[in-house]
């Protein structure tokens, strides 16, 4: 079964750093683009990040750059979301998401179930 | 920046109704659109990729169609388990996928 399945959300102060995971099973992980989602309370969604297969190139939404990092280890299958600098704004559930088949183009046919993230003093 | 608009952003409508979203980017994506479904307190999911292919498991009802700067999203008779909110999302460019606010889908 392919799965996706973040981890680390938690209460934060404003300034603070989380670390979130992303662990994948069911599929070719080290094959695809991998990429974070994030939705605050009540908002509509909003890409964050994504990282090539080989983690050789990674993209930002502009309001995280130079505050987060994205990253991969294929050998375990999981993906990462280094957040420093966290603001307010930041809360939100994360998702991580990809095209899991190779053959949507990119499309996002699996997302995990999303780990909260809470910024708050 | 691509900048992705939806509309209406809410919808109310019957069982049964033909229902139409429309989606514009700021700049011509060619025909890289998906369409998503959330439910509340649910991850999203994919309806339709390439603006126009259905998504694995989705129900034929669902359709779209566009290229370029609009598209649609056609639900051609609207089912309980459509009530959700309906989100595009173009990825014209690995350094940028965009998304739409979202439209809501409740009953009339």
């Known amino acids: 079964e392919v799965q996706l399945v973040e981890s680390g959300g938690g209460l934060v102060q404003p300034g603070g750093s989380l670390r979130l995971s992303c662990a994948a099973s069911?599929?070719?992980?080290?094959?695809?683009?991998m990429s974070w989602v994030r939705q605050a309370p009540g908002k509509g969604l909003e890409w964050v990040a994504n990282i090539k297969e080989d983690g050789s190139d990674k993209y930002y939404v502009d309001s995280v750059k130079g505050r987060f990092t994205i990253s991969r280890d294929n050998a375990k299958n999981s993906l990462y979301l280094q957040m420093n600098s966290l603001r307010a704004e930041d809360a939100a559930v994360y998702y991580c998401?990809?095209?899991?088949?190779?053959?949507?183009?990119?499309?996002?046919?699996?997302w995990g179930q999303g780990t909260m993230v809470t910024v708050s003093s | 920046d691509i900048q992705m608009t939806q509309s209406p952003s809410t919808l109310s409508a019957s069982i049964g109704d033909r229902v139409t979203i429309t989606c514009r980017a700021s700049q011509n994506i060619n025909s890289w659109l998906a369409w998503y479904q959330q439910k509340p307190g649910k991850a999203p999911s994919l309806l339709i990729y390439?603006?126009?292919n259905l998504g694995r498991g989705v129900p034929l009802r669902f359709s779209g169609s566009g290229s370029g700067t609009e598209f649609t999203l056609t639900i051609s008779s609207l089912q309980c388990d459509d009530f959700a909110t309906y989100y595009c999302?173009?990825?014209?460019?690995?350094?940028?996928?965009?998304f739409g606010p979202g439209t809501r889908v409740d009953i009339k």
């Open positions: 069911g599929f070719m992980f080290s094959k695809y683009w």
């Open positions: 998401a990809s095209d899991t088949t190779g053959k949507l183009n990119n499309a996002f046919d699996m």
């Open positions: 390439k603006a126009s």
């Open positions: 999302q173009q990825y014209n460019s690995y350094s940028l996928f965009t």
